[in-house]
């Protein structure tokens, strides 16, 4: 009896083991991480669901908050559990000169022509653009502000103001707020005495700045009148309007875009099925309405052409809107970015 | 341990008629004893493998990336070779030139060059676009001179950036401990300090514990009442209370310190509750700022410190400060001479417990407090997942836990000395 019992133990024990094998990790499903949200809702909606159905692959979702260093855990562990991640634009660099992602056949994506400035990129697909700019809460004030000149100004529109807790999108808008032209942001600076510049004009708001950490802080802030004007993303407060029935405006002057970008991790299993669900994605027709779902722009040309001009408007891509906004230097943040926290930090403690 | 000890001692004291016998009986005992202990070593041996593979390993393996500059080392191998004899200041020689060409033509296109690239931006601001670039246009091996490098970015041309591949090639590197503590090392060797408008991390050190103090104390002042009132309360009430203690414990973090964000903010229930009791004419801030912060650290950390102190308050029999009294002491002398001795042990270790856990909370004050109100923890998650900055994480992490140890050196060692109680 005792033997019997100890034996079923060993039994399952090695059963157990053989069950985690590393191996094993070729029999699961595509894996898609993504930024949550109702980014992710939306992209589950038009692309994942509508994908499974017409191919009959089983696609599991999950979803993270940034940080090259997990990329670069899960890759180089050698036991990667996803396949296709939403990244930022630094980590699409940084991932792809360290050798993290697969390199893209793009004839097989159908050339990067197809798609808008700087969404085809050696290792990533272009997946949504996205801005952080000025937002109020237009039942507050009825003539709002127009850019960040105004967002320093707290005789005219009295309140806090959230900023992002740290230097990215914050730098940017205080020397905007300066009288530095967007196109010369990031001249300025990339030279200490304009880095010193940003933190003065900084100075002059500091007691009256509210810190946010995640992104679904920003339109909470704006909703409970903690805020008066906030520095966050668009996406998040055009859908709070639409969830919430709230009536906030986004400033599209001197607003800061980016693009996201799908990426294949190095060695993934399903390299050749998520390869298939990026041409999926990327035919104008499926990701035509995502912007109407998302509040995000996408990134191949025609599709941008279908989206009709109600939503339009309320995008990023807009020729109107891109015209007045400033693109994210992805190389400054990256090269920058570490010291620029520190001193960040530094100004934040005093 | 103990019972063999107790064993021993119980055996020594062997009479002078015995003495014959008392050799062979010793050393009987004594194996008997060793048996037994190899036996109990046995049965914790998996435990102690369990732990020794996964946390001490790889504690020290994180450690060690602290000072860990063997990887950078081998690199730049030829670099750090032509640049041993230069002085830090003058014209950098064009061996050495030729040397980091030579290394960087190794590295091109392998993962090592980004991992160099971003050891040397630690250090200097833009050197690993200069890395990249560089390393994307390199001159042909002969004409690899200075002013070749210089021609791709005139920054070559200063000794700032030669000083920084230099400090990278040391294979044990003090760069991450130093800037742990707000230092570098001059292109001479000495040890300067940042300029304070970029060093922050011993301010942040210094906050750590200061919160963390504030909040054990707050825990012991309104913990010890509470724990009180539970373990004196009919056995009724006392599940009541311990329910109330032990929901939040179990609600997620993230749930508690959102809703207190809820609770505390400018048009929140407490700031009107506030204003409607007249107490405030205007709302106080009491979120996004170390008030908030405080509040919900307190909030999340008291059941850490309630039941210790009422788990040995239980134990403490009424009977003894009943005693007490009626041997003639007051209410508080009995409190103080017999009641708090008792229930020190709990006191010690919930505060204990309290004041660790403190110390790496970082979710909390980074959903709560102001941008001044970061603690360590934040940064060392930072540097770990946004950086990927390891060396300095682990350089911040080794510092945590040195100063936590003597932290709790300095505890054991006074409480050992001031209560008896706390040393069985």
């Not at chain 1, 399952?12 to 595509?30: I, K, Q």
């Not at chain 1, 004007?229 to 029935?245: F, H, V």
């Amino acid at each position: 009896m005792r033997v019997g019992i100890i034996t079923t133990c060993a039994l399952s024990v090695l059963a157990a083991v053989a069950v985690m094998r590393p191996g094993e990790a070729s029999a699961r499903d595509l894996t898609v991480a993504a930024w949550g949200g109702s980014s992710q809702a939306a992209q589950k909606k038009l692309y994942y669901a509508p994908f499974s159905a017409k191919t009959g692959t089983r696609i599991v979702e999950d979803s993270w908050s940034g940080g090259i260093g997990i990329l670069r855990t899960k890759v180089q562990g050698g036991n990667a559990n996803w396949d296709l991640v939403q990244v930022e634009a630094d980590e699409l660099n940084l991932g792809c000169e360290e050798g993290l992602f697969e390199k893209l056949d793009w004839t097989a994506l159908g050339g990067r022509e197809r798609f808008v400035p700087g969404a085809a990129h050696e290792c990533g697909v272009g997946s949504v653009v996205w801005t952080t700019g000025l937002v109020y809460d237009a039942n507050r004030f009825k003539d709002g502000p127009k850019n960040w000149v105004d967002f320093w100004d707290l005789k005219r529109f009295p309140g806090k103001r959230a900023l992002r807790k740290g230097p990215k999108y914050t730098l940017e808008a205080a020397l905007m707020a300066d009288g530095v032209e967007p196109k010369d942001v990031y001249k300025v600076l990339r030279t200490p005495a304009g880095v010193d510049r940003a933190f003065k004009k900084l100075d002059e708001i500091k007691k009256d700045v509210v810190w946010w950490t995640a992104g679904a802080q920003g339109p909470q802030l704006l909703a409970s009148g903690e805020v008066a004007l906030a520095n966050i993303y668009a996406s998040r407060a055009l859908s709070a309007n639409r969830s919430d029935g709230r009536n906030f405006k986004v400033v599209w002057n001197q607003s800061v875009y980016a693009i996201d970008y799908f990426v294949i991790l190095k060695g993934s299993p399903n390299r050749a099925k998520a390869v298939e669900l990026l041409s999926f994605m990327t035919q104008p027709e499926v990701q035509k309405d995502f912007p109407g779902e998302a509040n995000q722009g996408i990134t191949t040309i025609a599709a941008n052409k279908q989206v009709p001009k109600a939503v339009s408007a309320n995008l990023p891509t807009d020729p109107e809107n891109e015209a007045v906004a400033l693109a994210l230097d992805v190389d400054f943040w990256v090269d920058n970015v570490d010291q620029l926290t520190q001193r960040f930090n530094a100004w934040a403690s005093r | 341990m103990t019972a063999g000890a107790v064993t021993t001692a119980r055996a020594a004291p062997g009479g002078p008629a015995h003495r014959p016998l008392d050799a062979s009986l010793g050393a009987q005992l004594r194996r008997a004893d060793r048996g037994r202990q190899i036996r109990a070593l046995l049965l914790v041996a998996p435990l102690l493998l369990f732990l020794f593979v996964n946390f001490a390993l790889p504690l020290v393996l994180m450690l060690a990336k602290s000072i860990d500059g063997r990887e950078e080392a081998r690199a730049l191998a030829r670099t750090g070779a032509a640049l041993a004899s230069w002085d830090g200041r003058s014209a950098v020689p064009d061996a050495a030139a030729k040397a980091l060409v030579a290394d960087l033509g190794d590295l091109r296109g392998t993962p090592a060059l980004s991992m160099v690239a971003n050891r040397l931006n630690y250090d200097v601001n833009g050197m690993r676009s200069l890395v990249l670039k560089t390393a994307r246009r390199l001159p042909p091996s002969g004409d690899a001179t200075l002013a070749a490098l210089g021609s791709i970015d005139p920054l070559w041309q200063r000794p700032e950036q030669w000083a920084a591949v230099l400090r990278a090639t040391d294979r044990i590197t003090s760069f991450h401990v130093l800037a742990a503590v707000d230092a570098r090392r001059d292109p001479a060797g000495g040890i300067t300090m940042l300029p304070p408008q970029q060093g922050v991390m011993r301010e942040i050190f210094l906050r750590t514990f200061w919160i963390a103090s504030v909040v054990t104390l707050a825990c012991i002042v309104l913990g010890y009442p509470v724990a009180y009132l539970i373990a004196s309360a009919t056995p009724g009430w006392a599940s009541v209370m311990m329910m109330a203690v032990l929901l939040p414990f179990w609600t997620s973090l993230l749930v508690r310190t959102s809703a207190w964000v809820v609770l505390l903010q400018t048009n929140g229930i407490v700031n009107k509750g506030l204003q409607g009791l007249g107490l405030t004419s205007a709302p106080v801030p009491l979120v996004f700022n170390r008030t908030g912060a405080y509040i919900a650290l307190i909030h999340v950390l008291l059941p850490f410190m309630i039941l210790p102190i009422y788990s040995i308050m239980k134990s403490v029999k009424p009977d003894y400060v009943r005693a007490a009294v009626s041997l003639g002491a007051s209410p508080v002398t009995a409190f103080r001479r017999v009641y708090l001795p008792l229930t020190l042990p709990g006191l010690a270790s919930g505060t204990l417990l309290v004041f660790v856990s403190a110390l790496g909370f970082y979710i909390t004050p980074a959903l709560i407090g102001g941008a001044g109100d970061q603690m360590i923890g934040f940064f060392i998650a930072y540097y770990i997942n946004d950086t990927v900055n390891w060396g300095m994480a682990a350089a911040l992490g080794g510092l945590l836990l040195l100063s936590t140890a003597v932290v709790f050196l300095v505890y054991t060692w006074l409480a050992g000395s001031s209560s008896p109680a706390w040393r069985s």
